[in-house]
């Protein structure tokens, strides 16, 4: 139930043509650090696009903003058709996110915590979407276990739980498979795709893990000292580098060498 | 297509109130020291205070007259106090859990938020204050609810005043992350002294009178002590608190915004530590 101008509220006309995230000369700059500057990006509904870059790269801050957690020094964001943060209510409830900067109450329980947020998503069978979540991200067994009380690969899958929760139309994630042994990340991975098969969801993932990238990514943006260094399909940046693997061109960038004088 | 029919509001959900209230029931359900530590400080305060206000009043006719007073001032001043921490420790939660960012990511807005802390700061009042006003009965023959209407203006000014303290320093510590979390600890005891809370406002020096009269409790207190001692109901001391409240409130919750905002330039909600 809804009070005040809630009846069934209306969210701005969005283009449902337009790009699922439009950035455009992004910048952040926290007091003298100038953590994002001047980037500017497009990403078309129903793709997977990987945000790469070292430490310190901007990937995170950027994420935040889209998300409307960072205000950006200026700048122009676009989420769904919709100007962030200005009609962000319009959005979140088909956008979600996963990050290894938040966290779930410990002291719930993993049904809980889906409880709770499939409310706050005003998902509508609330019990029905766990049980399916439980089934597909194999939470069943400690589904009544405290969130505190898992280990790291558990807690990363329910984290994913929360992020599927409202079956977002745009998915956001920070390190997805951070913690978790290479065949249950293989598995998450190959869920996420489904994901976006069966939603037309459009992913953006921050990684390190290049083999993530390569696999799951449509395109890869790699950003270094707040800029965009490079920006395409993984398959022309590994050409243009000439490299045969995203971890060579990572270490290309990351270490000053440009495209040319790579090898 | 999206298998789950999000709900999108520009009003205030109910459903998303109850989910946050939801969730601070569970925390209060799964932590047996969180509901004792509610109930444990009001009873040793009562008991106590209780125990000086029968020794007083064996020995001084004034407080024999005015039997209650002291009592009632320590009930009053617990629902002015733990009515702050009842809102301010469901926030620091949020904090302590790093939970802040789901929620902010989330539909839920702050002004449902702030209404949910608003419901757990009087479900915790209530574990906390109604049995220390059974235990004055019972040990000291007090029936603070014999007070009767003026109790439910003397609750509803307190705790107003409660929730815009509540809601001025999660603000705080929203932008300042857990480094101003004693703020929430300490704040409140500044009424302690200048909110005559034991003893009437013509007490103090004149120029910290001016002080006294700025703080709604001031009132609350006043009309409490009229009330005991006199028998007398002072309404427009009520309305005077009232008064001052709302302004409060409006300016507690601005602010809030206004430091919410600064947290989203600065970058804080993402981290939450100090």
């Not at chain 1, 337009?18 to 650090?33: G, N, P, Q, R, W």
């Not at chain 1, 790469?52 to 058709?81: D, E, W, Y």
Request: charged share 20%; net charge neutral.
């Amino acid at each position: 139930m809804t009070l005040l101008a809630d009846a069934p509220a209306r969210p701005p006309a969005a283009d449902p043509r337009s790009a699922a995230i439009d950035v455009e000369h992004l910048v952040k700059i926290y007091k003298t650090t100038h953590a994002v500057e001047d980037v500017t990006f497009r990403i078309a509904r129903g793709s997977i696009t990987g945000l790469l870059g070292g430490n310190g790269a901007g990937k995170t801050t950027t994420i935040a903003m889209i998300m409307g957690l960072v205000l950006p020094t200026s700048g122009r964001i676009q989420v769904l058709g919709h100007p962030i943060p200005e009609e962000s209510d319009a959005v979140r409830g088909r956008m979600n996110f996963e990050s290894p900067y938040v966290d779930m109450p410990m002291r719930l329980t993993v049904r809980q915590n889906l409880t709770i947020f499939g409310k706050l998503y005003a998902v509508p069978d609330v019990r029905g979407r766990i049980a399916q979540l439980a089934d597909d991200l194999d939470l069943n067994d400690f589904l009544d276990r405290a969130n505190g009380k898992l280990s790291a690969g558990q807690k990363t899958r329910v984290a994913l739980a929360k992020a599927l929760i409202n079956e977002p139309k745009l998915l956001l994630l920070d390190e997805p498979t951070a913690s978790l042994d290479p065949d249950t990340a293989d598995w998450v991975r190959q869920h996420l795709q489904d994901y976006r098969k069966t939603h037309d969801a459009t992913i953006l993932l921050a990684s390190h893990n290049m083999l993530e990238v390569e696999r799951l990514c449509d395109r890869i943006i790699i950003m270094k000292r707040g800029r965009i260094e490079d920006d395409d399909t993984p398959e022309q940046i590994m050409a243009r580098y000439g490299r045969d693997t995203l971890e060579e061109v990572f270490l290309d960038v990351a270490r000053g060498r440009d495209r040319e004088g790579a090898r | 297509m999206s298998g789950v029919a999000v709900r999108e509001g520009r009003g205030i959900a109910l459903h998303r109130i109850g989910a946050m209230v939801l969730r601070y029931w569970y925390l209060l359900l799964s932590s047996w020291p969180r509901l004792l530590e509610l109930i444990y400080w009001p009873i040793l305060q009562i008991i106590t205070w209780g125990f000086l206000q029968s020794y007083i009043s064996q020995n001084d006719s004034f407080f024999a007259r005015a039997g209650g007073t002291l009592i009632g001032a320590v009930i009053l001043w617990d629902i002015l106090f733990r009515g702050q921490l009842g809102f301010s420790i469901s926030f620091l939660e949020e904090m302590w859990s790093r939970n802040l960012g789901n929620l902010m990511m989330s539909p839920l807005k702050p002004i449902e938020f702030l209404i949910a802390l608003m419901t757990m700061s009087l479900i915790r009042l209530a574990i906390g204050v109604i049995p220390m006003t059974l235990l004055a009965w019972f040990f000291f023959g007090f029936t603070f609810y014999s007070i009767g209407l003026p109790l439910i203006l003397f609750f509803c000014n307190l705790i107003f005043t409660s929730w815009s303290i509540g809601i001025f320093v999660s603000g705080l510590v929203l932008r300042n992350g857990l480094g101003a979390e004693s703020i929430v600890w300490t704040l409140m005891f500044v009424m302690l002294p200048l909110a005559c809370i034991y003893y009437p406002v013509s007490v103090l020096p004149h120029w910290l009178q001016y002080v006294a009269w700025a703080l709604p409790p001031t009132y609350v207190f006043e009309g409490m002590r009229a009330l005991l001692t006199d028998h007398t109901f002072r309404a427009d001391l009520m309305l005077d608190s009232l008064a001052i409240n709302a302004a409060l409130f409006v300016a507690s919750f601005l602010i809030f915004l206004a430091l919410l905002r600064s947290a989203k330039r600065h970058g804080s909600l993402l981290g939450g530590g100090e």
